[in-house]
């Protein structure tokens, strides 16, 4: 199988040294082992992801160096495919509607949490796991519902254990080409389409993945326990699971992520400044140990 690998940023802010880290790491790869390398616009938030951000992330990324081939996928563009799929996990049951605000959620928690002296689980990105048996959920007759997975449901029917073949630097006493065990009910009933868009990240990075042939998901450690997540829903959908490497992060002095809502440092004012393409590799600290874990051996991808 011909190795493909891709950078998928969200055009929802300027593209900053993290992403260099990334969309390097994913094109110099793709050279090493001999493999493509395709972009793929992550755009479903239409209007935070404007055209004229869109036309400066492929400018910077033509200015680091970094050639991909075409057609870019642009995700707006593909909102029927990801109703189709949403359908069809709608037909085996596996999500369900769901009418809750965010304010919802909130209120049943910390009534649950007052009472009980307990703190309520959050999910890894921070947020309170879904207390579906809390809430009563209302008819909706606006179709302003958003669709969670039925993640009890859903581990019930897909026992197999769940695994994902980790080619990171995870850390200093880990080999590499770890196998790891997924865990995706530490997400609780995730949304899979939100009220105001018909998808969400997880579901169409999973069909989008498959549908681009992408066999190295190359993309930072933040993305770590989303893959517990994707490897259930490629199971789910029948979609094949490629190898995984989630890359080491940039931080700034602090210590702390670089992010576009910290206001981190953009290409663009970094080139405004004179900076180089070389000068960046310095300040991203690239080095050729990065690619050490590229070998033309990889291990197989996992059958779904
Ligand atoms: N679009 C995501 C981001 O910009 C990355 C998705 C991925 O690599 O899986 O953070």
Redesign the pocket.
């Known amino acids: 199988m011909q190795p493909t690998f891709?950078?998928?940023?969200?055009p929802n802010g300027a593209l900053h040294l993290g992403?260099a880290l990334?969309a390097l790491l994913n094109f110099e790869a793709a050279r090493r082992i001999g493999g493509s390398f395709l972009l793929r616009i992550?755009d479903i938030d239409t209007i935070r992801c404007t055209d004229d951000k869109i036309a400066q992330m492929l400018d910077d990324l033509d200015w680091l160096g970094i050639r991909w081939e075409e057609p870019v996928m642009r995700q707006s563009g593909r909102f029927a495919v990801y109703a189709g799929q949403l359908e069809a996990l709608k037909q085996q049951g596996f999500v369900y509607p769901s009418t809750a605000s965010r304010k919802d959620i909130q209120t049943a928690v910390t009534n649950w949490q007052n009472k009980t002296g307990k703190d309520w689980p959050r999910d890894p990105d921070g947020a309170f796991l879904y207390p579906r048996a809390m809430l009563s959920e209302k008819e909706s007759d606006k179709g302003d519902v958003a669709w969670r997975v039925d993640m009890q449901k859903a581990r019930q029917q897909h026992t197999a254990p769940l695994i994902w073949q980790e080619n990171g630097p995870l850390s200093p006493f880990y080999p590499r080409c770890a196998s790891i065990d997924a865990m995706p009910a530490v997400w609780g009933d995730v949304i899979l389409a939100r009220k105001d868009c018909p998808t969400s990240?997880h579901l169409s990075?999973v069909i989008d993945?498959a549908t681009q042939g992408i066999t190295h998901?190359v993309?930072?450690q933040?993305?770590y326990a989303?893959t517990s997540l994707h490897r259930l829903l490629q199971t789910m959908l029948g979609l094949p699971a490629p190898v995984y490497h989630h890359h080491r992060l940039l931080t700034d002095i602090g210590g702390q992520k670089l992010s576009k809502s910290r206001q981190s440092l953009s290409l663009k004012a970094l080139r405004q400044d004179g900076v180089t393409p070389n000068q960046i590799r310095s300040l991203i600290r690239w080095s050729d140990a990065d690619l050490e874990a590229f070998t033309s051996k990889e291990p197989a991808a996992i059958a779904p």
């Open positions: 891709r950078f998928a940023p969200s992403h990334s992550e990240y990075v993945d998901i993309r930072g933040d993305l989303a």
